[in-house]
């Protein structure tokens, strides 16, 4: 549906706030939710288990790239998760919120002398 898309990308618990403020921060996203999990994986030819946080991330396509980038700079892990998923159906007044979130703001208006 348009522009919306949720990204999901795991975090490990310390610093996992953080990350999300920045990323509302830089407006790369308007919305990061973060949900305790516990991941079990394979790593390097073992099988691993962790606790992290899933980081739902509300943002626009617009800004996929510059998140991906940032998420990949920034990012604690080697392999950071990066999953995009596309909405089949947002509220129109949530999906206004969301695009006027990760916009650029305006600037003023210069005063003439």
């Known amino acids: 549906m ?6 999901l990308v795991t975090h490990p618990v310390r610093g996992a706030r953080a990350f999300a403020r920045e990323l509302v921060r830089r407006r790369l996203a308007a919305c990061v939710q973060l949900v305790p999990i ?20 509300k943002t626009v396509r617009a800004q996929l790239a510059a998140l991906e980038r940032h998420v990949r700079g920034a990012h604690p892990y080697d392999v950071p998760e990066f999953v995009v998923l596309v909405p089949s159906a947002v509220a129109a007044p949530y999906l206004a919120w969301l695009g006027a979130e990760t916009r650029a703001p305006r600037r003023a208006a210069r005063a003439r002398a």
């Not at 348009?2 to 990204?7: F, K, P, S, Y």
């Open 38 to 57: 516990a991941s079990v994986y394979r790593w390097r030819g073992r099988v691993e288990q962790a606790r992290e946080a899933l980081l739902a991330i």
């Open 2 to 7: 348009g522009t919306a898309r949720v990204v």
